[in-house]
Protein backbone atom coordinates (compact mmCIF):
# COMPACT_ATOMS: atom_id res chain seq x y z
CA UNK A 1 0.00 0.00 0.00
CA UNK A 2 1.55 3.48 -1.22
CA UNK A 3 1.08 6.48 0.23
CA UNK A 4 0.12 7.49 -3.27
CA UNK A 5 -3.32 4.91 -2.57
CA UNK A 6 -4.20 6.00 0.81
CA UNK A 7 -4.02 9.82 -0.21
CA UNK A 8 -6.27 8.99 -3.24
CA UNK A 9 -8.36 6.63 -0.90
CA UNK A 10 -8.78 9.71 1.68
CA UNK A 11 -9.59 12.61 -1.23
CA UNK A 12 -12.19 10.39 -1.98
CA UNK A 13 -13.93 9.46 1.55
CA UNK A 14 -16.63 11.69 2.36
CA UNK A 15 -15.85 11.05 5.82
CA UNK A 16 -12.31 11.82 5.81
CA UNK A 17 -13.21 15.06 3.59
CA UNK A 18 -15.31 16.29 6.40
CA UNK A 19 -13.08 15.71 9.40
CA UNK A 20 -10.43 17.59 7.10
CA UNK A 21 -12.44 20.74 6.81
CA UNK A 22 -13.71 20.53 10.46
CA UNK A 23 -9.73 20.29 11.72
CA UNK A 24 -8.61 22.82 9.94
CA UNK A 25 -11.63 25.26 10.60
CA UNK A 26 -11.48 24.00 14.53
CA UNK A 27 -15.32 23.90 14.25
CA UNK A 28 -16.05 20.63 16.15
CA UNK A 29 -18.99 21.98 17.44
CA UNK A 30 -20.65 20.95 14.09
CA UNK A 31 -19.82 17.00 14.69
CA UNK A 32 -21.62 17.63 18.42
CA UNK A 33 -24.36 19.47 17.32
CA UNK A 34 -25.84 17.40 14.80
CA UNK A 35 -27.93 14.41 15.96
CA UNK A 36 -27.52 10.74 13.93
CA UNK A 37 -28.99 12.41 10.66
CA UNK A 38 -26.76 14.94 8.70
CA UNK A 39 -29.28 17.59 6.88
CA UNK A 40 -27.94 17.33 3.33
CA UNK A 41 -25.05 15.52 3.85
CA UNK A 42 -26.36 12.42 5.83
CA UNK A 43 -25.81 9.85 2.91
CA UNK A 44 -22.12 11.23 2.79
CA UNK A 45 -20.16 11.07 5.87
CA UNK A 46 -20.21 8.46 8.82
CA UNK A 47 -21.45 10.74 11.91
CA UNK A 48 -20.65 8.27 14.13
CA UNK A 49 -17.30 8.21 13.03
CA UNK A 50 -16.87 12.09 13.02
CA UNK A 51 -17.74 11.73 16.27
CA UNK A 52 -15.52 9.67 17.17
CA UNK A 53 -12.88 11.17 15.76
CA UNK A 54 -13.97 14.36 18.36
CA UNK A 55 -12.24 12.24 21.06
CA UNK A 56 -8.64 12.85 19.73
CA UNK A 57 -9.20 16.19 18.47
CA UNK A 58 -6.46 17.75 20.13
CA UNK A 59 -3.99 14.83 18.05
CA UNK A 60 -5.35 15.41 15.02
CA UNK A 61 -3.98 16.82 11.74
CA UNK A 62 -4.19 17.27 7.79
CA UNK A 63 -0.93 17.20 6.12
CA UNK A 64 -0.11 20.43 4.20
CA UNK A 65 1.51 18.41 0.97
CA UNK A 66 -0.93 15.63 0.42
CA UNK A 67 -3.97 16.02 2.80
CA UNK A 68 -3.65 12.90 4.67
CA UNK A 69 -4.87 13.33 8.28
CA UNK A 70 -2.48 12.15 10.96
CA UNK A 71 -3.40 11.21 14.19
CA UNK A 72 -0.41 12.30 16.22
CA UNK A 73 2.12 10.43 13.70
CA UNK A 74 -0.21 7.50 12.75
CA UNK A 75 -2.12 8.00 8.94
CA UNK A 76 -5.73 7.94 9.59
CA UNK A 77 -6.72 4.97 6.86
CA UNK A 78 -9.80 5.46 4.83
CA UNK A 79 -12.39 3.03 4.84
CA UNK A 80 -11.97 2.05 1.43
CA UNK A 81 -8.45 1.26 3.37
CA UNK A 82 -8.64 -0.42 6.08
CA UNK A 83 -10.01 -3.83 5.80
CA UNK A 84 -6.59 -4.16 3.40
CA UNK A 85 -4.10 -2.43 6.09
CA UNK A 86 -5.84 -5.27 8.77
CA UNK A 87 -4.93 -8.16 6.31
CA UNK A 88 -1.07 -6.85 5.63
CA UNK A 89 -0.65 -6.37 9.49
CA UNK A 90 -2.01 -10.31 9.80
CA UNK A 91 -0.32 -11.78 7.03
CA UNK A 92 2.62 -13.41 9.12
CA UNK A 93 -0.57 -14.71 11.22
CA UNK A 94 1.33 -13.66 14.54
CA UNK A 95 -1.78 -13.54 16.70
CA UNK A 96 -3.54 -10.60 18.46
CA UNK A 97 -1.45 -8.85 20.23
CA UNK A 98 1.42 -8.44 17.84
CA UNK A 99 -0.74 -7.51 14.67
CA UNK A 100 -2.13 -4.73 17.12
CA UNK A 101 0.93 -3.72 18.29
CA UNK A 102 2.19 -3.15 14.13
CA UNK A 103 -1.16 -1.36 13.58
CA UNK A 104 -0.84 1.03 16.32
CA UNK A 105 2.89 1.91 15.26
CA UNK A 106 1.40 3.14 11.63
CA UNK A 107 -1.79 3.56 11.36
CA UNK A 108 -5.26 4.34 13.14
CA UNK A 109 -9.04 4.57 12.63
CA UNK A 110 -12.11 4.14 14.96
CA UNK A 111 -12.67 0.85 16.37
CA UNK A 112 -8.93 -0.32 14.92
CA UNK A 113 -8.88 -2.39 17.84
CA UNK A 114 -12.24 -4.32 17.51
CA UNK A 115 -11.71 -4.81 13.72
CA UNK A 116 -8.35 -6.72 14.26
CA UNK A 117 -9.91 -8.74 16.99
CA UNK A 118 -12.91 -9.70 14.40
CA UNK A 119 -10.63 -10.27 11.74
CA UNK A 120 -8.17 -12.73 13.71
CA UNK A 121 -11.21 -14.56 15.19
CA UNK A 122 -12.04 -15.81 12.27
CA UNK A 123 -9.03 -16.25 10.81
CA UNK A 124 -8.01 -20.39 10.03
CA UNK A 125 -4.83 -20.79 10.92
CA UNK A 126 -4.60 -18.64 14.06
Same mark, same amino acid.
Given at each position: ?30 ? $? ?8 ? /?? &??? %? =????? @? ?33 ? $? ?8 ? /?? &??? %? =????? @? ?17
Amino acid at each position: MTLAEIQDATLKDPTLQKLAEIIRSQQWHSV $LDTDNSCPND /KD &KYN %L =RDLKA @FHKFRHELTVTTNNDIILRVSRIVMPTTLRRRALE $LAHEGHQGLI /KT &KRL %L =REKIW @FPRIDQQAEEMIKHCLPC
